[in-house]
Each structure stands twice: as C-alpha cells, then as structure tokens.
C-alpha cells in the first residue's frame, strides 16, 4: 500500500488533482473570512484572510505546473470529447493564471503596506475582496472545463471544437 501512494505522488497528475480546490476552495474561503472582516472592521481579521488568500491564490502556481507536466499522461487516457475539454480546460488555466498571480501580489501588500500608511487598510481590503470575486469566477471557469476531461457524468454540455495540432495544420 506504501509503494501505491509512493507511485501516486511520483504522477504530476495525480498532484494536480489533490491541489487543484486550494486555489477555489481556499480563496472563496479567504473571501468570506474577508467579507467578516469587513464588516467588523477588525484589522487582525483581514489579515488572517489575507494570508489565506495568498496562499489560496499562490497555490494556483504549483496546481498549473503539475498540470502542464501531467498534460500528455491525461490525454492519452481521454476520450475524443475528453481530449477536447482538455485542451479548453489548459487553454483556459494558461490564459487566466495571471490573475491569481496577481491576487497573490495584492494580499500580500494588503497586508504589508498598511504597516506604513494605515488609513490605506479599507482601500486594500476592498481591492483584495473585488478582485477575489475575479478570481474566484476564473477559477470556476477553468475548473468547469477540467471536470469534463475524464467525468462523462459532467458533460451536459457539447464539448468544445477540437483544434488540430500543429503537424495536422502544416498540411
């Protein structure tokens, strides 16, 4: 059993699959705990979900590594309409990713710079909060698509066009 799970984790894959909620997950978590903060005007609330954040939204980065690295092992066990969603579900994720990043940036001088100018602290609050709900929605969106690529039990909807690969356009 050791050697099974040992196996498991040497599957960029399979890591994508057990990291992929944090970034979602975690940040509709962070905006929440935001959102209380907020309104009970606590600084140390916010920052807690600030940490939460950035870490959520940080964490999109390795969830988009192991999914580059795992791309070829998935599409070789797709189905034709699996295959399809893959593909939209990477072209989604290499199209959005920067949002996280910059979710990410953003925490992180909400939390540092009211340090120096405090009465920037609702500012930031507010700015880190909307573009969560950003965040949040692209995650969901890219999310969408990875659903499809291996659970038929999803796929309500006709899968996105194929597009040929680069050896089938040069002909």
């Not at 969830?63 to 939209?88: I, K, P």
């Not at 507010?126 to 999310?143: D, F, M, N, Q």
């Amino acid at each position: 059993m050791f050697d099974a799970i040992v196996r498991d984790f040497r599957q960029p894959e399979y890591i994508h699959v057990l990291l992929n909620p944090i970034p979602v997950y975690g940040l509709a978590a962070g905006l929440i705990g935001l959102i209380a903060a907020l309104f009970l005007r606590s600084r140390r609330a916010q920052v807690a979900s600030f940490v939460i954040i950035l870490l959520s939204s940080g964490a999109a980065w390795p969830v988009y590594q192991f999914g580059e690295q795992g791309y070829d092992r998935v599409l070789t066990m797709a189905d034709d309409d699996g295959r399809a969603w893959l593909d939209e579900h990477k072209d989604r994720a290499e199209d959005l990713i920067w949002l996280f990043y910059v979710l990410a940036i953003l925490s992180a001088a909400a939390i540092a710079v009211p340090i120096k100018w405090p009465k920037s602290s609702g500012f930031m609050a507010i700015a880190v909060a909307a573009l969560s709900v950003v965040v949040l929605g692209a995650g969901g969106y890219i999310a969408y698509a990875g659903g499809k690529i291996r659970h038929r039990e999803f796929r309500n909807v006709a899968p996105p066009p194929q597009r040929s690969s680069p050896a089938e356009q040069q002909r």
